[in-house]
T-cell receptor, first 113, second 116 residues
Framework: RKEVEQDPGPFNVPEGATVAFNCTYS??????FFWYRQDCRKEPKLLMS???SGNEDGRFTAQLNRASQYISLLIRDSKLSDSATYLC??????????????FGKGTKLSVKP | GAVVSQHPSWVICKSGTSVKIECRSL??????MFWYRQFPKQSLMLMAT?????????EQGVEKDKFLINHASLTLSTLTVTSAHPEDSSFYIC????????????FGAGTRLSVL
């Protein structure tokens, strides 16, 4: 079983749509969680961290369910500029200098006019 | 935010040559840097963790003699792909970690290596 699994998509949605991505992780010891965005042929960029209580940043809402080892990202009112690949990322440790990021393969989103 | 500079962004070389990639943290000190590789439509895979002043820790399956990592200062790590072959063609990305309450890693822009 892969450590971080995501639906690869692509998700093709019209502008203004709401879209949700899901992710599951296999290691219950995972401590910190993130969503990164990666544009074609570019480096990943941190979109937002994911907290147990859920968190929101503008049009983006992230949720974490530790019991189910499940992470989600909701994008409301999609913009053309949201088109990218969204990477679910987990880390096995918290704080200090230990651990490294484990990346999912990403979910591709394409927002159409 | 923190910036990581990676150079060069694109390399085309002949099979058998060596290629050196530099990764610099521009406005923070990075005791730990990471090197990733990404093949088309695949996830980023960690190759090695580079610690300033000590030997790098390589992930299973990554040849340490082929991918030489040097982390001589708190702001610079280098990856040298020795005797590159076409199967080494990939997107190489470095990352540096900044401790700011929650672990945050910043990524360089990546180096696209094409070996002919």
């Amino acid at each position: 079983r892969k450590e971080v699994e995501q639906d690869p998509g692509p998700f093709n949605v019209p502008e203004g749509a709401t879209v949700a991505f899901n992710c599951t992780y296999s290691n219950s010891a995972s401590q910190s969680f993130f969503w990164y965005r990666q544009d074609c042929r570019k480096e990943p960029k941190l979109l937002m961290s994911v907290y147990s209580s859920g968190n929101e940043d503008g049009r983006f809402t992230a949720q974490l369910n530790r019991a189910s080892q499940y992470i989600s990202l909701l994008i409301r009112d999609s913009k053309l500029s949201d088109s990218a690949t969204y990477l679910c990322v987990v880390n096995l440790s918290y704080g200090g200098s230990q651990g490294n990021l484990i990346f999912g393969k990403g979910t591709k989103l394409s927002v159409k006019p | 935010g923190a910036v990581v500079s990676q150079h060069p962004s694109w390399v085309i070389c002949k099979s058998g040559t060596s290629v050196k990639i530099e990764c610099r943290s521009l406005d923070f000190q990075a005791t730990t840097m990471f090197w990733y590789r990404q093949f088309p439509k695949q996830s980023l895979m960690l190759m090695a963790t580079s610690n300033e002043g000590s030997k790098a820790t390589y992930e299973q399956g990554v040849e340490k003699d082929k991918f030489l990592i040097n982390h001589a200062s708190l702001t610079l790590s280098t990856l040298t792909v020795t005797s590159a072959h076409p199967e080494d063609s990939s997107f190489y990305i470095c990352s540096a970690r900044e401790l700011a309450g929650v672990l945050i890693q910043y990524f360089g822009a990546g180096t696209r290596l094409s070996v002919l």
